[in-house]
């Protein structure tokens, strides 16, 4: 970066280079570009064509540096010393860092985002809730030891499991959360909440199966529960099973002996003339 500064003949030579219409992009090295196809570079030793390997990506890398060595050389102070020496300074005590991850805080975000990013409460709410559910997911086992010696604030309650989902290959179920304790009753405006066509689509996340059986084991039983059906037949079943019975009774009552043989019509003159 001193360079860029202190040596302005060397970046002067790479505008130069990049701008001759005479050095092939695809080698770096002057030559028409006909002969360069036809009979190669004598620098680069080829007989036909040249190596676009060797002078592409370094002739990307200059175009780069130029751009950005342009846009710094606008501050009369850069480079700027201090954060050279700064960051070339070793430091012997480094500050220990806690980098354990907190309760994520759901009406602060809406908060903030609403005032100096102009997002509406209800777009914020849902894109922040899935952080929210997916922390309370990994850490549940210290929230339900919390639970049990104080109450719990700006959480939301799992209500019930709404379908089996597959999120980028992970096996995931799709929970709807409530707001059981109101915690976050009027953060979203009602006008806007009235507007939400789909209020389970809204307050339902895709989380992974293993974190949810984990966390919630009961929820996961009662879902499964329900999905068993229990096959009772239907009255048209029905109909139609009477209507077969029907037809196999009538089938057993037929008689499946010989047929009577019929009476000739000369056996019929007999018998009526000893009748007579």
Known sequence: MRQWRNQPSIFEEFERKLGDKNIRT????SGRVQSHNKT???????????DFSKYKEE??????E???????LQDPNFPNEESITEYLTCKDEVSSINLKRTQPDLVNFVK??????GWEEVYSFEKFSPILTR???????SLDVLEQTQKLRGFLCPECIKRIRTLKGVPS?????????????GL???????????MDKFCSTIEPQNLVENAYPKLVEDFRISKIKLKKPTRRKNKKLNQIDELNNSIKNISLGEPAAKKSKKSKKINSEETT
């Open 135 to 141: 922390w309370q997911l990994l850490n549940h086992s």
């Open 112 to 117: 903030f985002t609403t005032k100096h990013l």
């Open 26 to 29: 695809s080698c770096g090295h």
């Open 66 to 72: 130029i751009s950005v060595r342009s846009k710094a």
């Open 40 to 50: 190669g570079c004598k620098t680069c030793g080829t007989s036909s064509g040249c």
């Open 173 to 185: 179920y799709e929970i709807v959360w409530s707001d059981k304790d109101n915690f976050f009753k």
């Open 59 to 64: 002739r990307l890398y200059i175009k780069n």
């Open 188 to 198: 979203i405006p009602d006008s806007q909440l009235l507007e939400i066509k789909d």
